[in-house]
């Protein structure tokens, strides 16, 4: 089973600054997609971005971007211009193309905005 | 609203009773998912859908969690002579199919069942 790793359990970062979040994973698949999910207290999970591991370009949302490194099977979260509203749990997640639909999820990294 | 829809918001048990947990899925979402989320812990899948049927319920701890979706739209997960182990937010999610194009699993906000 494919397992995802979030090494940061907290961040911290000031509005309108930049912040990183870590996510690796162990597969022996060359194909799958990769979430990033988002839980604020309403505990329900918005997905901000994802990525297709065949393609080279790193995915983009507005102020969200991923450095995906396919080699390393590293996927971090790179969330520019901080807010307020962007205070919440952090989930990286990993999906199998061709041997199950099932999200596997790391433990998460709570992320705390400061003004 | 066109989102995923669970309910109950909250349940209370006692040990030892039986609970459903209900989900409504996206309209036209062909796909179902169920996760648990203990806490601190992201979700773990537990059973998911492909209509009416349940394609993968390798995620069920035991036999006391069964979970159908008779129509192909709102499921029912069933949870048999509860245990306090089994307190968690139980998540569902739905996916327009399980190929590629469909693959992106829109979640509902859950149900936190806590048994005393």
């Known amino acids: 089973a494919q397992t995802v790793t979030q090494s940061q359990p907290e961040m911290s970062v000031q509005e309108a600054e930049t912040v990183t979040l870590s996510c690796t994973y162990d597969?022996?698949?060359?194909?799958?997609?990769l979430f990033w999910y988002k839980q604020p207290p309403s505990r329900q999970m918005i997905l901000v971005i994802r990525q297709e591991a065949y393609k080279q370009q790193n995915a983009t949302e507005n102020r969200f971007s991923v450095n995906f490194q396919k080699a390393a099977k590293s996927f971090s979260l790179k969330i520019s211009d901080s807010q307020l509203g962007d205070a919440a749990m952090y989930f990286c997640?990993?999906?199998?193309?061709?041997?199950?639909?099932?999200?596997?999820f790391g433990k998460g990294t709570s992320l705390l905005v400061t003004p | 609203g066109a989102g995923v829809s669970q309910t109950p918001s909250n349940k209370v048990t006692e040990k030892g009773k039986y609970v459903e947990l209900r989900c409504d899925p996206i309209?036209?979402?062909?796909?179902l998912y169920w996760y648990r989320q203990s806490l601190g812990q992201g979700p773990e899948f537990l059973i998911y859908f492909q209509g009416t049927g349940a394609a993968d319920d390798s995620g069920l701890p035991n036999d006391r969690f069964f979970a159908v979706r008779p129509e192909g739209s709102v499921s029912t997960l069933k949870i048999q002579r509860t245990e306090r182990g089994d307190s968690a937010v139980y998540l569902c999610a739905s996916s327009l199919g399980l190929l590629a194009g469909g693959q992106v699993q829109f979640f509902g906000p859950g149900t936190r069942l806590t048994v005393l």
């Open positions: 597969t022996s698949e060359s194909d799958y997609y």
């Open positions: 309209s036209g979402h062909t796909a």
């Open positions: 997640a990993y999906r199998s193309s061709n041997s199950g639909y099932a999200l596997n």
